[in-house]
């Protein structure tokens, strides 16, 4: 799966985390890993309730009005899930030695992680929004690249954004929820002119080359070559096929509706108050729940996105204490 899909990024990126010491402002010396750990820790999370809210700062990613999710998280090694998995009767008949120890995968160093999901126009995009991220929150993103292998010459957010995109590695599983309807698939789909035609015209070539070839003998001996250059046309017509599917299968799903970070906040925000709406007009006569219903529209404008919405990096539920559904937008940890 791509990168980029249904008008979203999925980066993933493996930062090399400096091996050797490091020494703290206090004079202590320690590892880079453990200091990392340290700035990742003091980096304030979402503000995923209540208590959160009331302490009022928020994740430095929710500056950026394109981040959905974000996170950030140092990998020191890489898990071991036990040996590789055989077939028992064939290692059985081979007398396998279980005792025998198998190569095992490890990292030359500690990785910091980072993975985001965010709004973006096409793959080209990624550069944009890596630049705005460098904007919105340079003094976060200095005190941990400080830690990093190869980021001490990163000054700007064009040098930022070329030091992430050396450490991407593909995003194999992308996930995105926000469709409501089932998408429009007929842009994917492939021509049968595209691919039927080119194996038609080499395939009659071929036909027509053996058929003439056959009639005249050998006297004609271009006939021949007229069927050799039909075989060889098939070969590459089914290439060429070939290429149309494989590049069709990796185009990414069109955009959903409103699956932009204001249009999602902005929906998050009118889904909690008309609940609210809802539960208080229980019962109104219709010329009162008419005029409730204007003033509702009045006061929180569904069509501006700007404003009245729901903060980013604010996580509520839909109506507090009555339905208890968590719906997160930006979480940092």
């Known amino acids: ?47 995923q309730s209540p208590a959160n809210e009331r302490r009022g700062v928020n994740s ?9 999710f974000a996170r950030l998280v140092v990998i020191t090694d890489v898990s071991f899930n036990g040996r590789v998995g055989r077939d028992s009767l064939v290692d059985a008949v081979r007398k396998t030695d279980l005792l025998v120890a198998q190569p095992v995968d490890q990292l030359p160093s500690p990785y910091l992680l980072f993975v985001a999901d965010f709004d973006a126009a096409g793959r080209a995009d990624i550069d944009g929004y890596l630049r705005e991220l460098w904007t919105t929150m340079e003094p976060e993103w200095r005190l941990v690249l400080a830690h990093c292998h190869g980021f001490s010459e990163i000054h700007n957010g064009e040098s930022f954004a070329h030091g992430i995109r050396r450490c991407q590695v ?11 309807i089932a998408p429009d698939l007929k842009a994917l789909e492939i021509s049968k002119r595209r691919v039927v ?38 070969v590459a ?14 185009m990414p799903l069109p955009s959903a509706p409103d699956n932009d970070l ?24 219709p010329a009162a729940l ?24 604010v996580v509520r539920s839909i109506v507090p204490a009555i339905i208890p559904a968590v719906v997160p937008v930006v979480v940092l940890a």
């Open 1 to 47: 799966m791509p990168d980029f899909d249904g008008g979203h990024y999925f980066l993933t990126a493996l930062l090399p985390v400096k091996l050797g010491v490091a020494r703290q402002p206090d004079g202590v010396f320690t590892s880079h890993t453990h200091t990392l750990r340290d700035v990742l820790a003091y980096l304030p999370p979402a503000l």
């Open 60 to 68: 430095p990613f929710s500056r950026c009005r394109r981040t959905h």
């Open 197 to 234: 035609g080119p194996l038609a015209a080499v395939l009659l070539l071929l036909v027509l080359g053996v058929v003439l070839a056959a009639i005249t003998g050998a006297q004609k001996a271009v006939y021949g070559w007229i069927a050799v250059a039909g075989l060889a046309g098939i």
């Open 237 to 250: 017509a089914g290439f060429y096929a070939y290429r149309q599917v494989r590049d069709h299968a990796q």
């Open 170 to 180: 593909e995003t194999t599983m992308p996930f995105n929820d926000y469709w409501r």
């Open 290 to 313: 008419h005029t409730a219903f204007g003033a509702f529209i009045d006061a929180h404008r569904p069509d501006d996105l700007a404003a009245p919405s729901q903060p980013p990096g």
């Open 262 to 285: 204001p249009s999602v906040l902005k929906a998050l925000y009118l889904q909690q108050h008309f609940v609210r709406f809802a539960i208080d007009n229980q019962g109104a006569t």
